[in-house]
């Protein structure tokens, strides 16, 4: 499979935006140029409007790319500013493709002479690409498809992390971390809901909200968390009463209380905490509930401690829930590690189809554990590297927090603060009297 | 009145955190430690924890200044430090003190000496400045009062503008463009809930999230917003009918709408929207019903525009709310401006004190008007200064968006563009395809 075929190329954005995903769309841009447009094996670069849904429906005119973006015409200086620029330039989709559906894609691709095929999205992208590989194998149309990792969640298999996890990371940290300094402020407890689907990654990434040394190093294992003191990820089976008996206890002791919790979070018999609550509960074309883009689970949060936590003839604590929506994901101030990843697995991707690769997906290898970044001189510096994994890897499947992340019932573990820390950029440095 | 007064200095935080309320802090202890400090005239700087509620209860012991923070003894990179860091480092209070609460206090400036009395929170705390400044001079104590402003809400008489807002507009406006990417991405209605209470200022900041130039200058009157297609404030009437035409409208032009509302928009006869809404129903001592800590305002109008714009026989349109929640007021990345004016604001009431001058508030003037940073070049650089005023014209007082600021009833006017844009610093430069 080393022949290198001679065609147009594809690029197509799926799912939630992230900071960084167009770094990854100018990635492949950039490489697709360098490569296989400087060989002549590749004539056009197409984009896709809004992933495989405007694919199907575009057409390339004869004098002309049709309803594709064209993607080879755009300067590199705006192709920079482009990388620079927050959520889907593309625009993006959430369609789940099925057998017919992916008929459609494929035929798409033989009318407009697409042999690349570069899709950048999650789990549920990955498996389009599965099907639409496997599905041109078998009709003979000669095509690579690479999958280019994306996903703010992190729950991609075999990555140690996934672009744009970084960028949403240090949202989160930072909102947590300004957030704890105004509850301690005005004290009460607060609750953060956190994006992150069934995954608890993203929720996690509040531990790095806990104090930073003058050089903002985390500081690990130094008695009760100053932030986030209580975090809920969807790994762990959710419960009322375990929570409520929680937030009481920190909030006896310290009169205040911040609460993480994950959008995800489920009970142990898997039902979704939010599911319940969500009034309207619109389900997408994966079958997914709406978890985002509501303060329902927040609210319903709120008014249960307000409810359990009033003493007897007392007045009820002040308990206030934030949901930190869609702004977490699309922040324009992304992890320098995540922009420059997001970038490279875009490359990779081009680099795969110029090596005459098969089709198949990207994932991040760490090669350099970050250690330095909590150990100072004596650790290792943080650097990683992509690779080239097959779609059965991946594609469809949910990574969750592994055990050694966790802690407890309500916490992450300092394995997790050194997993975590190195990708996020460094951290504004608070004083506190 | 030009003597000065002989004792202790104290200094509270009260209201709402912002992001460089800590600047003010430092400020007025900078100028004291220059001026009355120096000149021995003022012995120890007191901290209230938490506000006028830790000085009622705080005691000076023979020894030391116990219950308050010892200002007077930060070293100046701890003071810097904390200068960087968002919201009230000395703890904050909403406590709004009647007749009785601020004979308390005036007992506990009596018992611990202190002789000049710097207050920064809003309209509020200058009303209790107001009072216990009276009280102290119809009781013999001869004390001087300082107001230091401070709301994120914009909202105080006089003043061009009020430290906090430039760094929360800041937040606002940048958070709209990104989810307004996001949204165009993933099409569909996007309310976003932003804080202010019965201001709009803080919500118009949205649109300053429209396009800006290659320099990062926004581009004014050019067509169809491309953010923040609608933007309400509770200085227009909300009417639900209207909101949904307005809606509607947008959605079928565009296939998207972004939509951004101040969490306190009121109908034609004054009655929040969002007041019946909210199950709980809190009311703060000052009596004002709880407005922030929730989504349901947001929640509400979006189940209300999926029921209304719901064709017949066809499914919901996308509808997602976001309520931006406590991280605009305390944001670690503040409007360089504002952390300049805020310092600023605190050295001007220290050297009031310094100068003999009675008892009153602080005000920012725009002495500049900062044309340039729309018209390039010709126009005037942006510059401000601080001036005294009475306590009379701002105490328990607020200010809401002028009639120029405005523009229908869905929207601001490029008056209100050209006020806010030198105040929030550089917004980053996005590109579409």
């Known amino acids: 499979m080393s022949t290198l075929l001679t065609g147009n190329a594809a690029i197509g954005q799926s799912g939630g935006p992230t900071a960084v995903i167009n770094q990854s769309l100018v990635g492949v841009v950039e490489g697709l140029r360098a490569g296989l447009c400087a060989a002549g094996f590749v004539g056009q670069i197409l984009g896709m409007r809004h992933g495989v849904k405007g694919l ?10 049709g309803d594709f973006f064209d993607l080879g015409l755009v300067s590199p200086e705006r192709l920079e500013r482009l990388a620079r620029t927050p959520s889907a330039a593309l625009g993006s989709t959430r369609d789940k493709p099925d057998q017919a559906y992916c008929e ?5 691709c033989r009318k407009n002479n697409i042999r690349y095929f570069f899709y950048i999205g999650g789990n549920d992208s990955s498996d389009t690409c599965r099907i639409v590989s496997e599905m041109a194998t078998r009709s003979g149309w000669d095509m690579r498809c690479f999958h280019v990792p994306k996903t703010v969640d992190n729950d991609l298999m075999e990555s140690d992390h996934t672009p744009g996890y970084p960028s949403a990371a240090r949202f989160v940290a930072q909102a947590c971390a300004a957030d704890s300094l105004d509850n301690r402020s005005l004290p009460g407890i607060k609750i953060n809901v956190v994006m992150g689907r069934h995954a608890g990654f993203l929720t996690a990434a509040s531990a790095l909200a806990r104090k930073h040394d003058e050089q903002g190093v985390p500081v690990l294992d130094r008695g009760f968390p100053d932030a986030a003191q209580l975090i809920y990820v969807p790994e762990v089976a959710f419960d009322l009463d375990g929570f409520a008996a929680d937030v009481d206890a920190v909030y006896s002791k310290l009169g205040r209380c ?44 709120s008014d249960f401690l307000k409810e359990r936590l009033t003493p007897a003839g007392g007045k009820p604590p002040r308990v206030r829930a934030d ?17 420059w990843e997001a970038r490279e697995v875009g490359r990779f991707a081009a680099r795969l189809a110029l090596s ?3 089709s198949g997906s990207v994932a991040i290898v760490r090669t350099g554990s970050g250690s330095s970044i909590l150990a100072g001189r004596g650790g290792d510096a943080y650097s990683s590297a992509c690779a080239r994994i097959e779609f059965a890897a991946v594609a469809a499947k949910t990574r969750h927090m592994p055990p050694e992340f966790l802690k407890g019932t309500n916490d992450v573990s300092a394995a997790f603060v050194r997993y975590a820390a190195p990708l996020i950029g460094t951290m504004p440095v608070f004083e506190c009297l």
């Open 104 to 108: 459609r894609i494929l035929g798409a």
């Open 258 to 301: 911040q609460i993480v919790v994950s959008e995800g979070i489920q009970d142990k018999n898997g039902k979704a905490i939010g599911a319940g609550l969500i009034k309207s509960g619109q389900v997408d074309s994966h079958g997914n509930v709406q978890l985002s883009g509501s303060g329902a689970l927040g609210d319903q949060l």
């Open 323 to 339: 949901t930190f929506g869609y702004v977490q994901r699309a922040w324009p101030d992304p992890s320098c590690v995540d922009s």
């Open 356 to 358: 005459g690769a098969e």
């Open 56 to 65: 199907t429906k575009a057409v390339s005119t004869p004098t002309g790319i």
